[in-house]
């Protein structure tokens, strides 16, 4: 069974950081690309950014408004995804879920920037 | 980037009904090796979204026949044959042609009349 679980999210000040996890299970984690998009409160869907699979070099995509502020990495090792956040803004506040390719998705986890 | 505009955004449908939500694209979804990359998602209240249709027509894992996609170029539309209760929530649809970055519709509320 395929699983996604996000945690890491959290309570932070305009211009910190988060670090937020995707620990995946039941699927080859190498064989897929791997996405985070985000959801504000009572918004709609913004993709975030992409790592794509093994066989496309894990090569990364950010939306313009995360682009030179967030770094999507992973470890296929783990079978873990990772979403570093830097210099956070409140427009960030969001459920932030990732999914494999678009058809699973996490149950999401909370961000919370204010001061 | 491609703009992709839903229609209706609140759509209230009777119990049994059929329901339908249209899905505009800015530009043809059309890629260069001839498939269509639009996606429709169901996102229940308090749940994480789902996917129930890829590449327009094509039914993922575990979805009712109840649920169907048709359109092509940058028309598009998602159709439920008889609505349940279970379907109450918000549907996106989303196109992966032209990416980065992938872009969604507003989001269409379905709710039982």
């Known amino acids: 069974e395929v699983q996604l679980v996000e945690s890491g999210g959290g309570f932070v000040q305009p211009g910190g950081s988060l670090r937020l996890s995707c620990a995946a299970s039941g699927f080859i984690f190498s064989d897929y690309d791997m996405d985070w998009v985000r959801q504000a409160p009572g918004k709609g869907l913004e993709w975030v950014g992409r790592?794509?699979?093994?066989?496309?070099?894990?090569?990364?995509e950010y939306a313009a408004s995360v682009k030179g502020r967030f770094i999507i990495s992973r470890d296929d090792s783990d079978n873990s995804l990772y979403l570093q956040m830097n210099s956070l803004k409140t427009e960030d506040t969001a459920v932030y879920y990732c999914?494999?390719?678009?058809?699973?998705w996490g149950q999401g986890t909370l961000v919370t920037v204010s001061s | 980037d491609v703009v992709m505009t839903q229609s209706p955004l609140s759509l209230p449908v009777t119990l049994g009904q059929p329901a339908s939500i249209s899905c505009r694209s800015s530009?043809?979804?059309?890629?260069?090796?001839?498939?269509?990359?639009l996606s429709w998602f169901q996102q229940r209240p308090g749940q994480s979204p789902r996917r129930l249709i890829y590449k327009v027509s094509n039914r993922d894992s575990g979805v009712p026949d109840r649920f169907s996609g048709s359109g092509s170029g940058t028309d598009f539309t998602l159709k439920i044959s008889r609505v349940e209760a279970d379907d109450v929530g918000v549907y996106y649809c989303?196109?992966?042609?032209?990416?980065?970055?992938?872009?969604f519709g507003q989001g269409t509320k379905l709710e039982i009349k």
């Open positions: 989303m196109q992966g042609t032209h990416w980065p970055p992938f872009t």
């Open positions: 999914g494999r390719d678009f058809d699973y």
């Open positions: 530009q043809s979804l059309v890629y260069s090796d001839g498939n269509t990359y």
């Open positions: 790592t794509r699979d093994k066989a496309n070099s894990y090569t990364t």
